[in-house]
């Protein structure tokens, strides 16, 4: 991983972990080494994209109709929730390189202090609406 994260230092680096779900974990340890790879990858990965295995399973069975989910049809789901994450990352934007996560990451960090502001004019104004 450091050496990939030598060679790749401007390219961002996404993390994409299924927490276990321990009655069907495989090992007793299981959660003890997602923790554990989890806290050695952060400092190579940008962004960290963490999945529950029981969340995925209850999608499956309850949204997606099926009466007993097996590893396939998780395996599957999971493949579409990285497949959405990451396709705008795939495209050649204007001003952006393949892939590149500078720009988006400073607007991002722009657009949550929008969020943050309007929160707080919500916010006001409710406490306001409340004294009258």
């Not at 299981?30 to 400092?43: G, K, R, S, V």
């Not at 960290?48 to 029981?54: R, W, Y």
């Amino acid at each position: 991983m450091n050496r990939l994260n030598d060679e790749y230092k401007r390219k961002g680096k996404l993390e994409f972990s299924v927490y276990p779900w321990l009655r069907v974990a495989t090992s007793v340890v299981e959660p003890y080494n997602d923790i554990l790879t989890a806290h050695t990858t952060m400092d190579y990965s940008n962004c960290t994209f963490l999945m529950d295995a029981e969340a995925t399973f209850d999608i499956c069975s309850s949204k997606l109709g099926l009466e007993r989910p097996n590893y396939v049809n998780l395996n599957r789901l999971v493949a579409q929730i990285v497949l959405s994450t990451t396709t705008s990352l795939r495209y050649v934007g204007e001003g952006m390189e393949k892939g590149e996560f500078t720009e988006a990451r400073e607007d991002l960090a722009a657009l949550e202090k929008d969020y943050e502001e309007i929160s707080r004019d919500f916010d006001d104004t409710d406490n306001e609406a409340l004294s009258y």
